[in-house]
């Protein structure tokens, strides 16, 4: 069934669901073309969905999943890098450095499709913009936390769709 | 034809590289300002890539760089960048870039807007 979803990818297909459904996967191809799904899909679903839009990536990529691969490992051993220099901005309260760090890391995760990890990260670079830091710890702590889930999520994906 | 692609971020440039070469277009990946200004001169890109955020030489200095220098002021220079601040965008377009392409459009768009600057059709 693997197979199926990826020789529907560059046959145009726009989203796959295997039967039997399962209630966390039925909304997310619906969600990940921008329609709505209702409300009802955001409370079933809890998967990488959620943090990676995946279609978008796999157009990025051209449907290329050595590609995908390669890149997933070039973004973890550039990670720790750019998120010690957020932490560092942070800790100094320094928010040039904040503006910068956060906006380097909002391109990374930004690569991926990873919108709520973009997002946080947008916090953040604002925050330095303003030169606002009374919310940055926390700000922080809410982008190192959609980081952590989405390391695993880029790797699952990525080991996934290379398999076959 | 052949980009000079210039970001700090390696995954951004590799995946542009790779959407460039299925066009057609060679990709040179640069990852700073000054590499950037170094292999402008030694090789004579058809276009440039710019990110503005970069270490050794920020997009806006690499563009004053490139715009006063005869030898390379003629380079098409699209800024492709995530800055979401208009007066960036402003900016970039002062400082003689030849256009502007957000880091969250898709690659079709930055390649439309590289068609037009090499008169591809």
Do not use: W
Request: charge should be negative; include cysteine; glycine fraction near 6%.
């Amino acid at each position: 069934m693997k197979d199926d979803r990826k020789r529907c990818v560059p046959a145009g297909m726009d989203g796959y669901v295997s039967r039997p459904v399962q209630p966390e996967d039925r909304f997310a191809p619906i969600e990940q073309l921008g329609l709505a799904a209702g409300d009802a899909a955001k409370t079933l679903k809890d998967g990488a969905e959620d943090l990676i839009d995946t279609a978008s990536l796999l157009a990025r990529v051209e449907g290329d999943m050595k590609l995908l691969k390669e890149l997933v490992e070039l973004f973890q051993r550039d990670l720790p890098k750019l998120f010690s220099e957020l932490q560092d901005a942070v800790t100094r309260r320094d928010a040039k450095a904040l503006e910068s760090a956060a906006h380097a890391l909002k391109g990374s995760v930004g690569n991926f499709a990873a919108r709520p990890a973009v997002e946080a990260a947008l916090r953040l670079e604002q925050m330095g913009r303003r030169g606002d830091l009374t919310e940055a710890e926390s700000a922080f702590q809410a982008l190192a936390q959609e980081i952590e889930r989405l390391k695993p999520a880029l790797v699952d994906l990525s080991k996934e769709e290379v398999r076959k | 034809m052949k980009a000079l692609i210039a970001d700090d971020d390696r995954v951004h440039v590799r995946m542009v590289s790779n959407f460039l070469r299925q066009k057609g277009i060679e990709a040179i990946p640069v990852y700073d300002g000054v590499q950037t200004l170094m292999f402008t001169r030694r090789t004579s890109p058809d276009l440039i890539i710019l990110d503005i955020q970069m270490p050794a030489g920020n997009g806006f200095q690499v563009l004053n760089n490139l715009k006063a220098s005869s030898l390379t002021a003629h380079i098409p220079v699209v800024v492709l960048s995530g800055s979401v601040d208009a007066e960036d965008q402003q900016r970039v377009i002062q400082c003689g870039a030849d256009a502007f392409v957000s880091k969250s459009a898709d690659h079709e768009e930055l390649y439309k807007v590289i068609c037009r600057l090499l008169g591809i059709s």
